[in-house]
């Protein structure tokens, strides 16, 4: 058993067992768990489904036990993700609260217990399927990392998970490249000149970093076929990646490229040739889903030969960065051959994989993507350098993803794009205004066929770019802020520098308030001492509609509105009225005494 509390004060154990028997011995279960005291009697932790992740949802805690179980293979749009339990009524920036997060991106389980007697704990571990855990004499099983968080309040929680993921040595900086992923501008129609025009006009704005998504490879020119065989498709690109890849590069950005390695076509060339290297508990396959199956990488030829496949491009391509996804549960995933479950070894499998392709390729990012946001935990955090948050780009759904995404992860692992005015998810339009200044609390990219847009329209968006690089160092690495709020149409959040010195807040207006105007909005974080000054950015249009507080015309003064760190905490500002679905942001710097 080892127990360790890290530095930025997290909790987290694991346990490792030994057969030093002769015979075989059965690990059906081994969980680990923490006391809380009964003064914590409310728990709150996270669901979801596609497009629509990690969603808050409350309860007593009562005599029993609440039960989050992950069964899916991966951890799931539905995960708990962060379990708390605390003192009734806990919000953002009060309550005590106790809260464990299991580490692991397969099977798994959270859960909180109250005895009648009034003992209670709180859990978590990997589920392991039947024979998963049989250890033959002199093997041995490793559970995955329980953490444990202690705070006043969620925003104490998630910044000790931030401090701990932000200390280690390969924690990507802050000087992320602001990223154009083409999913959303081409689907599967990859054609050459379409996508070096994207890369040019990409470059053009400000972009970083140039990703080739699905549909590159083999006879993939729609999700039927071709998933598995990770060859360039000659009929599509004849000299291979490199006029694209070159065009990217000689324009100043880096390349990045789509791969799936846990899954496969049945119509491809190694499901053809190689049918027992796919997940399933007999002869008769699990259902299609998104017309793919798993590949059994537990499977030693299987996983050498993806491995091969995939460095083979890396060798000869220019590659910097990999979106790395997974888009289906593992349903009856077995050993083909043998009908013994396989999700232990597949992920354990991905996790060497992972490591393997980054230990070839030092500087390699790798992100994390299962149809969006499904498979976000410390456990694949520990391979890869991001996650994709959510296949939804809407901004006004994204204001929820992300704020309960943050409450385990960075901003600065978050993947957070400004897609097209019509969200291809929902069909919501937005002004760009709403959806950048959502984005930009998050590694900012962009997810839009910019060859549609309007040159004004490029323009505000390189505007917003220019905005995102000289604040990154402060959005990607302050102090996570939520601020409660009675009214749940208004959204307050921001980022304050870990020395105080400056902030930004964002006033977001989801729907229709039953109340107007919103009155004084505190604006937490801050030294109450020093004295800031406060400003609105306005990028692009103004907000339609705005009624404007008396302060604004004082902030557009060479003085600008000063108060101090404890007034705003305290006392608050009044904000502008603001139309529904619309998003402005506040600087915040200090002022010299």
Not at 1 to 22: F, K, Q, V
Not at 165 to 182: C, I, M
Not at 315 to 330: A, G, Q, T
Not at 363 to 376: A, F, K, M, P, Q
Request: some cysteine; glycine content about 10%.
């Amino acid at each position: 058993m080892t127990i360790e509390l890290t530095p930025s004060g997290l909790l987290r154990s694991r346990a490792e067992l030994i057969n030093t028997g002769s015979d075989p011995y059965r690990v059906d279960d081994l969980v680990l768990a923490y006391p809380v005291p009964p003064r914590a009697r409310e728990v709150l932790d996270l669901a979801g489904r596609w497009s629509k992740e990690r969603t808050p949802q409350r309860r007593p805690l009562v005599v029993g036990t609440h039960l989050r179980e992950g069964r899916k293979g991966r951890t799931g749009f539905e995960a708990a993700t962060v379990l708390h339990v605390g003192t009734p009524g806990f919000g953002f920036g009060e309550g005590e609260i106790w809260a464990v997060h299991t580490a692991w991106s397969g099977n798994h389980t959270h859960y909180a217990e109250r005895t009648f007697t009034g003992e209670q704990v709180i859990g978590g571990g990997e589920l392991l399927l039947p024979d998963e855990g049989l250890l033959d004499s002199g093997e041995r099983y490793l559970s995955p990392w329980l953490y444990g968080s202690y705070g006043i309040g969620m925003d104490d929680i998630a910044r000790r998970f931030h401090r701990f993921l932000r200390s280690r040595a390969e924690h990507p900086g802050s000087d992320r490249p602001v990223t154009l992923n083409v999913w959303e501008a081409v689907y599967f129609d990859h054609d050459p000149a379409k996508l070096i025009r994207l890369a040019e006009l990409a470059a053009d704005i400000g972009v970083e970093r140039f990703v080739l998504d699905d549909g590159w490879f083999s006879t993939r020119r729609n999700d039927t076929s071709g998933l598995g065989d990770w060859t360039v498709a000659d009929a599509v690109w004849p000299n291979g990646l490199h006029p694209l890849v070159d065009c990217v590069r000689n324009l100043g950005m880096q390349f990045g490229l789509w791969f799936e390695p846990e899954m496969v076509n049945i119509d491809s060339e190694v499901a053809r040739a190689h049918p027992e290297w796919i997940m399933a508990a007999g002869d008769v396959l699990p259902i299609n889903v998104r017309r793919q199956q798993v590949i059994n990488l537990g499977i030693p030829e299987c996983y050498a030969h993806v491995r091969d496949a995939m460095l083979a491009i890396l060798d000869e391509y220019e590659i910097s960065y990999i979106k790395w996804d997974h888009n289906r549960d593992l349903i009856e995933a077995a050993d083909r051959r043998t009908g013994k479950a396989g999700v232990h070894a597949q992920t354990r499998a991905t996790y060497r994989l992972m490591e393997e392709l980054r230990a070839a390729h030092p500087g390699l990012e790798i992100e994390s993507c299962s149809s969006g946001g499904g498979r976000v935990d410390l456990g694949v955090l520990g391979h890869t350098d991001r996650v994709w948050v959510s296949d939804n780009n809407d901004p006004l759904d994204r204001q929820q993803i992300n704020r309960w995404t943050t409450q385990l992860i960075p901003p600065e692992l978050m993947g957070t794009h400004i897609a097209s005015a019509q969200s291809h998810t929902t069909g919501r339009s937005h002004e760009l205004a709403f959806r950048a200044g959502t984005a930009v609390f998050g590694h900012l990219g962009i997810e839009w066929d910019i060859t549609s847009t309007t040159t004004s329209e490029r323009a505000e968006l390189a505007e917003w770019i220019a905005f995102y690089k000289s604040h990154r160092n402060l959005l990607l690495n302050g102090d996570l802020v939520r601020v409660d709020q009675p009214d749940p149409t208004l959204l307050v959040h921001g980022v304050v520098a870990s020395d105080r010195s400056e902030a930004i807040f964002a006033h977001v207006v989801l729907g229709q308030s039953d109340v107007a105007p919103y009155g004084r909005v505190l604006l937490p974080g801050l030294d109450r001492d020093r004295r800031y000054r406060i400003a609105p950015v306005l990028i692009g249009k103004t907000p339609r509609n705005m009624r404007l507080p008396g302060w604004w015309e004082l902030a557009k003064s060479s003085c600008g509105h000063v108060m101090t760190g404890g007034a705003l905490g305290h006392a608050g500002i009044e904000l502008p009225l603001l139309a529904p679905e619309q998003v402005v942001l506040y600087r915040i710097d200090s002022v010299p005494k």
